[in-house]
């Protein structure tokens, strides 16, 4: 029998980064080189690498027999537990019948896609799932290209939004920003939030990294700025290195009870609620204490650490351009100043330029411009920069802080040695570049 696919589901693309994976693990098998065996340098991925914080595990041991349904806008426990949260870290007074728990950010971004009537804006470079799930949900939707600073341009937001007929608009801000690592300070913010008081502009504000910001005092929640028209979401997967639990949430604007139950009815329908014992281990993980404050630091510390050096290492790189992260694991990589060079050599799009880092001897994965809505010949690259062991690197870190410049170079050294083969590895291959 001929199984007919919905057209719909025909026209969408596989998401980039499985995509990727797929492709280095074929390349991977088929190369026949006796140094391969080692793998790749593996800067394309953004998962956090350090361990599940040891009280979220020992939770979820504990709650290991929970087999009931939890409420669909998750347990109170847990509501309770990320409402404190917010105030405690993010300043956000958000009572706990605000938020609802979801199977990741992504999700509850979908969700949110779903219920929300109006074109959608979104600010490139991007994370690599935003315009996927946009397309298939048949949106409207543009692009809004950020100039060189990499920030959304009030100006440009409104030039846009009033060539838009829809009565809302939809804003996608992603604060702190994969790819760059760029931070929006309190002003920033304030002079966005106006364009979007002033244009009828909702905003899906994702700070799945706030929890990353290298100097924390920093951050500065879009929620807290525009209370009435943000819908802030975050999570477990970044800032407690729990990607596979599958636990995000969503703080809803102020006034809103009416779109509440319209989300609700949407969530059970599609999934019912999140696994009831991943909840009650995830309320430990957003209780406030000295265990979690402590993993804060430290591995905020580590990624600082980790992104002070891949970005000196890349701009060594004679006419390479880097953002300077203030908060993630990643930066952006602007290699256009090799555009001619490359194009002599036939490498004219971005993902030409992944796949010819892949080949021997580079073994070097990364993230191009075309898989972060950027023009195909755009030599923009995202750089993740998690290529180590998480648990020897956090034990290696509270045994001995490194302090200076020198110090920081030699835990990075001594503690990343992929990380630090691959940035040579990217550095040889546009001199050989040069060289053709």
């Not at 026209?11 to 991977?28: C, V």
Request: aromatic share 12%; net charge neutral; hydrophobic share 40%.
């Amino acid at each position: 029998m001929k199984f007919i696919v919905d057209q719909q589901v025909e026209d969408i693309e596989m998401p980039e980064n499985l995509k990727l994976n797929t492709f280095l693990q074929e390349f991977h098998s088929s190369c026949d080189q006796p140094e391969c065996s080692f793998g790749f340098y593996g800067f394309a991925f953004g998962q956090s690498p350090f361990p599940v914080p040891q009280l979220i595990q020992n939770a979820l041991i504990k709650n290991a027999d929970k087999g009931a349904y939890a409420a669909v806008p998750g347990i109170p426990e847990l509501r309770s537990a990320i409402s404190k949260y917010n105030k405690h870290y993010f300043e956000l007074d958000v009572a706990p019948e605000r938020i609802y728990v979801g199977p990741g950010t992504k999700e509850l971004i979908f969700n949110l896609l779903e219920i929300l009537h109006g074109t959608v804006i979104l600010p490139t470079p991007a994370w690599l799932g935003y315009l996927p799930q946009i397309r298939f949900l048949q949106k409207n939707y543009h692009m809004l290209p950020t100039r060189a600073n990499k920030k959304i341009s009030p100006t440009d937001l409104q030039k846009l939004s009033l060539r838009l007929q829809d009565r809302q608009k939809i804003l996608i801000l992603n604060n702190p920003n994969n790819p760059t690592g760029l931070l929006y300070d309190r002003l920033e913010l304030e002079e966005i939030a106006d364009i979007c008081r002033e244009q009828n502009i909702v905003v899906i504000s994702d700070e799945i990294y706030a929890q990353t910001t290298f100097n924390f005092s920093k951050f500065v929640s879009m929620g807290k700025i525009y209370p009435e028209g943000t819908f802030v979401t975050n999570g477990l997967s970044k800032s407690h290195a729990a990607g596979g639990y599958r636990l995000g949430y969503v703080v809803f604007p102020q006034h809103a009870s009416d779109l509440k139950s319209q989300f609700k009815k949407i969530l059970a329908t599609e999934y019912t609620a999140v696994s009831t014992p991943i909840q009650h281990a995830a309320v430990e993980g957003f209780e406030i204490s000295k265990d979690m404050d402590e993993y804060f630091e430290i591995t905020r510390n580590i990624h600082r650490i980790m992104g002070e050096y891949v970005y000196n290492s890349l701009l060594e790189i004679e006419g390479v351009k880097v953002t300077k992260p203030e908060a993630t694991f990643y930066l952006l990589a602007d290699f256009n100043a090799f555009a001619t060079d490359l194009q002599k050599v036939k490498i004219n799009t971005s993902q030409k330029l992944s796949e010819s880092l892949m080949v021997h001897p580079y073994h070097t994965a990364i993230v191009g411009g075309d898989s972060l809505v950027l023009e195909r010949t755009d030599f923009s690259a995202r750089i993740a920069y998690v290529d180590y062991d998480g648990a020897k690197v956090y034990q290696s870190y509270k045994k001995q802080i490194p302090k200076t410049h020198s110090e920081r170079t030699e835990f990075v050294k001594n503690n990343a040695p992929k990380m630090v083969q691959g940035i040579k590895m990217i550095a040889k291959f546009f001199e050989d570049i040069r060289n053709k």
